[in-house]
Structures are given as structure tokens and as C-alpha cells.
């Protein structure tokens, strides 16, 4: 295992508000991040904002303002959304930042030097809310499937990069590499595109129809072409080409994205890093489609699912659970806010914040408000002590393909396993009878290490109420410094340790019907 991590999400486009769908992949950048942190790896995220290109241009048309400045308002709100929800960016690279901007212009240098670049005349038809020239497969009944509107007919001189040049290596890569791009049918999707045969890459746009782009440094009268732009976001926000670490984190690199944006990262962008003398990603992980009540998430529908309108009602973390939760890595998804109650309510707030709070309940009228000191560990206490222990192996499985469903089943069986010990020790009648005093203890303490270990697997999903957890329960080791699966080793509550009731973690979400 490589001792750093880097992950990126995509750059967003800054022509709306961030919503459901960028949340989600952010978030699960996010909990990569604190997971890999948490096993003592060095992590970087990286997100950003896309702002050249047309899309953005029509936007600020139609508000009437600067482009730059319909730009600056829309990353700024992606930026200070994430900051303000608990999202720890590392870097969030604008594609307006000079940095970037050099670093683009010095490729298309290179390239261009190289031969990789050719000047030719194209016709085809344009999408401008995809930004590139459509292909068959693109269309249905004429329009572009991803966007319902007619492309554009088009004919231009242009630049062309030299892709197909690279398609031969790419098949092969891509079939000898399974790991690479995930999950497996994505990775099928891929060589399917290759299959049915792609052109040249058209890298520019001539400024008399767009100017609102990075200048091509061998052509004035063009720009840069969007996602050519928007792809080396993920080399100019790591130092490329000679930052010291640049070569450490990007042997390091997975690049998190949804399925609308395949083709650009599993055959341009492999082949751009080829012709540059780079290799690709580590990994490319593909996951499906957040809907909202069974339907595309668009703006003309109005069901975009605003991450601070769920912070809002709900709280950001339990959101956050439940998009962590709910979603099959690869798989489409679909939200609705009665699931999004009912699995908060089944899950947090009755099993976990009914363990909290009964077993600090407890402690505060039994042990004092203090850890116990626990007794030799009979079967039932073993039983809960297996749980603790197989949930790690089975969290790790889970995290290395992303699929955190799964990874928070695993933790909550710990969860269940405890819940039904304590309505077998009863503690509430053994406190009782003085003869069961130490019975009593021993409960509690389970009952306490059982929610010391979970928190710590929950810290990467739930950062906030996992740290409150270990707070309540007097663990004194900060989150920043907890180590998987070192902390994990039953018995690393101290005795003694101050327990506090506190009020319940995660309040019943109680609706009309309730
Ligand atoms: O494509 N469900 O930006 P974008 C799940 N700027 N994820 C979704 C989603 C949904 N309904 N909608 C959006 C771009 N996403 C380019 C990227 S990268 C070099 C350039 C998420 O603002 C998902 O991660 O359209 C998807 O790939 C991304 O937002 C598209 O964001």
C-alpha cells in the first residue's frame, strides 16, 4: 500500500449551484479521505470548478452579467458549500487561476512541438451542454440523450490532438488492467466506445464564435478547447510538472466520477497523459445517478436537492449518512425524502442514538458516571466482542471498491449485535439485586468499548457525531490522531473515564404520518 492517497472529484461546471449529485461524490471523497487518513496514509482532495467553455457563457448572457463574474460567484459558492458542510479540500483548483492556466498553455506546447497536434476542417454536430462534437451512440431521435436538445451542425477548421493514435495502447491497457477502471461494466462501457471507433480530439474553438477560454500559445485566434482545459485540473492542482510530490501523488491518484463523464476520463484523458510521457490515473472509480423522486436530476424539473436546504431540516451529517449509505457504488439511486427519514430513523436514531443514550443513561445511575471496570467476559460479552472484531476486515473489503453501503453494514451490525445484548443482561434489573453489581459493570463496559470501536469506524461517514460519541463516553484520543486498526483492539477504554448522557444524538424525524 502506497503511503499517500489522492483523490479528486470532478470540476464542476459554474453555471449552477451545487447539488445531490455533486454532493454525493463529494462527500464520498470525503470519507475516502478520512478512511485512508485514519489508516495512516498522507491525503489530498481535490476539487474545483470548470469555467471556461460555452455553457458558461450562455449563462451569463442570460443574466446579463460577466462571464468572469458569474464564474467567481458560482466557485465560490461550490468552494465555501463544501467548507461550510465539513468537506476538507485540499485544493480547489479554478480553471481561471494562472497556475492552471500556464500549465495548460506549456501542454499544448509541448504537444503541438511534439506532433501531436494537427490543424484539419471538421463538420459535425455540436452539443453545447456537452461541449464536444456528438457521435452516433450520443443521439436519440436526434437529440443529445444527456441533454433532450438538438446539437448544432458545425463546421470549422480546427485542432485536432492525435488521440486515435493512442487507441490501440488504451484497448490494451484497459483489458490488462481490470483494477484500473471501476466497477467492471464501466470499464466494459469503455472498450465499447473504442470499439466503435472515435476520431481525433477537436482541442480548440475559434475566438470569433468563443472567447471565453485559455488562449492556444501557437494559434491567437483560438482557445482551448473545455475539458481539454478542465481535465489538467487534476495535474496543475498537484505541482505538475515539477512540484516536489507532483510524481508521488499521482502514482497515488483515484478520480472519482458519475457516468456522464466516461468517455472524457476513460479514452481523452488516458490518452492525453500518454502523449504528455505521464501514466494514467491509479484508478478510475465510475458511479451511477442520484434521481430525485424517480427522476432526472435537472434544473428545468426544479429537483435539484440542495445540500444546505438537507443541512437545513435535517442536519448535513445525517444527509451525508444517508447518501453513504443508500447508494450502491456503480448503481443508480434514487432519493426520496420519506427513504431518506426512514433510514434515519431505523438506522441513527433508534438503533445507534437508542445505544447511546441507554447506555450512558446507565452508567450515569449505575457506575457513577464513570467507564466500569468490566469482569472476566462471559459468552455474551464474546459475542460482542467477535462483532467489534470482524467489522474491520469486512469495512476495508468494502472501502476498496468504494462500496460503503456495505461498509456501514458491516459497522452497524456491531450495533445490532449490542443492542440485543443488553436487552438479554438487562442491566436495569440486575442493578437491582446488590449481588449482580459486578455483572452490571461488565455490561456497561461492553457496552461502552462496543461504542468506543464503532465510533472510530464511523469517524470517516459521521466525523462530527462519531467524535461526540467518543467525547460522551470519555475516550481521551482525538479523532486526528485514531489509527485502523491499531485503536480498534478490544479494551482501549480506560476505567474510570468520565461518561456524560448528553441530549439524544440523533432526534426521531417524526413527519405527518408519524
Ligand atoms: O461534468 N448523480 O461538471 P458537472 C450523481 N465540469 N452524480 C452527479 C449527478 C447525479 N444526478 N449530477 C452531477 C462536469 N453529478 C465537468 C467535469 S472534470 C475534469 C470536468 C456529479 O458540474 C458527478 O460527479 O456537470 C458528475 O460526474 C459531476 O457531478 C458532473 O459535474
Not at 478520512?34 to 474545483?48: A, Q, S, V
Not at 469555467?51 to 463574474?69: D, M, P
Not at 448528553?502 to 432526534?507: E, Y
Amino acid at each position: 500500500m502506497s503511503d499517500r492517497f489522492f483523490v479528486t472529484t470532478p470540476i464542476y461546471y459554474v453555471n449552477a449551484e451545487p447539488h445531490i449529485g455533486h454532493t454525493y461524490t463529494t462527500v464520498l471523497a470525503d470519507t475516502l479521505t478520512r478512511f485512508e487518513r485514519m489508516r495512516g496514509r498522507e491525503t489530498l482532495l481535490l476539487t474545483g470548478s470548470d469555467e471556461h467553455g460555452e455553457k458558461i457563457l450562455e449563462v451569463a448572457k442570460a443574466r446579463g452579467e460577466a462571464v468572469a463574474t458569474v464564474a467567481a460567484h458560482y466557485s465560490d459558492l461550490f468552494r465555501e458549500t463544501w467548507s461550510e458542510l465539513g468537506i476538507g479540500v485540499d485544493r480547489f483548483v479554478r480553471t481561471t487561476d494562472p497556475q492552471h492556466e500556464a500549465v495548460v498553455s506549456d501542454v499544448l506546447q509541448r504537444l503541438f512541438d511534439a506532433g501531436q497536434i494537427d490543424f484539419r476542417e471538421y463538420s459535425g454536430l455540436y452539443c453545447v451542454g456537452c461541449e464536444r462534437f456528438l457521435t452516433d451512440r450520443d443521439l436519440e431521435d436526434g437529440l443529445c440523450r444527456d441533454h433532450e436538445r438538438a446539437p448544432e451542425e458545425r463546421t470549422e477548421a480546427n485542432y485536432f490532438f492525435r488521440m486515435s493514435d493512442h487507441f490501440e495502447w488504451l484497448k490494451g491497457y484497459l483489458t490488462e488492467n481490470p483494477e484500473f477502471l471501476q466497477p467492471e461494466r464501466y470499464r466494459k462501457e469503455a472498450l465499447a466506445m473504442l470499439d466503435a471507433g472515435l476520431g481525433d480530439l477537436c482541442i480548440s474553438r475559434p475566438k470569433k464564435r468563443l472567447d471565453w477560454g485559455i488562449e492556444l500559445p501557437f494559434d491567437a485566434d483560438y482557445v482551448c478547447y473545455v475539458w481539454f482545459d478542465a481535465l489538467l485540473s487534476y495535474l496543475s492542482g498537484i505541482g505538475y510538472p515539477d512540484g516536489p510530490d507532483f510524481e508521488s501523488w499521482w502514482a497515488a491518484s483515484t478520480h472519482l466520477i458519475a457516468k456522464d463523464i466516461l468517455k472524457p476520463h476513460a479514452i481523452f484523458w488516458p490518452a492525453m497523459l500518454r502523449a504528455m510521457g505521464l501514466a494514467p490515473p491509479h484508478r478510475l472509480a465510475v458511479h451511477g445517478y442520484w434521481n430525485v423522486d424517480d427522476r432526472k436530476v435537472s434544473k428545468s424539473l426544479g429537483n435539484m436537492v440542495s445540500p444546505r436546504a438537507m443541512e437545513a431540516t435535517y442536519g448535513f451529517e445525517v444527509f451525508r449518512y444517508y447518501l453513504l449509505r443508500d447508494m450502491v457504488f456503480g448503481v443508480d439511486s434514487n432519493f426520496t425524502e420519506e427513504r431518506l427519514i426512514a433510514r434515519v430513523n431505523a438506522d441513527l436514531a433508534n438503533n445507534l442514538g437508542n445505544l447511546v443514550s441507554r447506555s450512558l443513561n446507565m452508567t450515569g445511575r449505575y457506575t457513577d458516571g464513570r467507564v466500569p471496570p468490566p469482569g472476566a467476559l462471559g459468552p455474551a460479552e464474546s459475542r460482542v466482542r467477535e462483532a467489534a472484531e470482524a467489522a474491520f476486515p469486512a469495512v476495508e473489503k468494502a472501502m476498496a471498491s468504494l462500496q460503503t453501503h456495505r461498509a456501514l453494514e458491516a459497522i452497524f451490525k456491531i450495533v445490532d449485535t449490542t443492542n440485543r445484548y443488553l436487552e438479554e443482561k438487562e442491566p436495569w434489573r440486575a442493578a437491582k439485586d446488590p449481588d449482580r453489581a459486578q455483572d452490571v459493570q461488565t455490561t456497561l463496559y461492553t457496552c461502552c468499548e462496543a461504542l468506543r470501536i464503532t465510533a472510530l469506524l464511523l469517524a470517516p461517514f459521521l466525523p462530527e457525531h462519531s467524535s461526540e460519541i467518543l467525547c460522551r463516553i470519555g475516550y481521551e484520543r482525538r479523532l486526528e490522531e485514531a489509527r485502523l486498526p491499531e485503536d480498534l483492539a478490544w479494551g482501549g477504554l480506560a476505567v474510570g473515564a468520565e461518561t456524560v448522557k448528553g441530549a439524544p444524538l440523533f432526534p426521531r424525524i417524526e413527519t405527518a404520518e408519524s
